[in-house]
T-cell receptor
Framework: DAKTTQPPSMDCAEGRAANLPCNHS???????VYWYRQIHSQGPQYIIH???NNETNEMASLIITEDRKSSTLILPHATLRDTAVYYC??????????????FGKGTHLIIQP | DTGVSQNPRHKITKRGQNVTFRCDPI?????LYWYRQTLGQGPEFLTY????????KSRLLSDRFSAERPKGSFSTLEIQRTEQGDSAMYLC???????????FGEGSRLTVL
């Protein structure tokens, strides 16, 4: 799986949009971009994933650049409960190599009141 | 609660003892994954099962680590002759196919004295 690069930490004011960047310049054509978050002392939680197109669900939006070398996770109206470590992961979803996700260190997002 | 369940949540043991963790996945999920997470790091993939078959075990940390899923339902992770470096959170996850949307449990925290 391709490697990802994320800033180690970010701050965001409560109620504002939190934009978390991720670089994955070596991504392959069949690799998806996944985002997870981990609130302190809990297991990771799936947020969203995409291949080429932008995606939106009830939690967040995922914007993937046209060349697919980077992406941004957007939390539209951040709350204090969004304080967590956010992981960007790229992964092949098909074939025999579809094993576990490879987590990096992620971005520690701190929502400020 | 129909999520992934892990037991025990906390385990304190003395160096050299054996420990076993249990994971009960979401009932219809055929894939089950084990991860280890140390302080300040992202989860580290250890092994996974599809039904009762263990499809990847080369990333188990040493031959002291073993995992089973005898009937394709719950799984156990055993660490023999524990060492202080084994102190970590052990996470279990499950999903229903080859996609990367994994459902994680709350983890089992091991402290080796």
């Amino acid at each position: 799986d391709a490697k990802t690069t994320q800033p180690p930490s970010m701050d965001c004011a409560e109620g504002r949009a939190a934009n978390l960047p991720c670089n994955h310049s070596t991504i392959s054509g069949n690799e998806y971009v996944y985002w997870y978050r981990q609130i302190h002392s809990q297991g990771p939680q799936y947020i969203i994933h995409g291949l080429k197109n932008n995606e939106t669900n009830e939690m967040a939006s995922l914007i993937i650049t046209e060349d697919r070398k980077s992406s941004t996770l957007i939390l539209p109206h951040a709350t204090l409960r969004d304080t967590a470590v956010y992981y960007c992961i790229v992964r092949v979803d098909s074939g025999g190599g579809a094993d576990g996700l490879t987590f990096g260190k992620g971005t520690h997002l701190i929502i400020q009141p | 609660d129909t999520g992934v369940s892990q037991n025990p949540r906390h385990k304190i043991t003395k160096r050299g003892q054996n420990v076993t963790f249990r994971c009960d996945p979401i009932s219809e999920h055929n894939r089950l994954y084990w991860y280890r997470q140390t302080l300040g790091q992202g989860p580290e993939f250890l092994t996974y099962f599809q039904n009762e078959a263990q499809l990847e075990k080369s990333r188990l940390l040493s031959d002291r680590f073993s995992a089973e899923r005898p009937k394709g339902s719950f799984s156990t992770l055993e660490i023999q002759r524990t060492e202080q470096g084994d102190s970590a959170m052990y996470l279990c996850a499950s999903n229903a196919g080859r996609g990367g949307e994994l459902f994680f449990g709350e983890g089992s925290r091991l402290t080796v004295l």
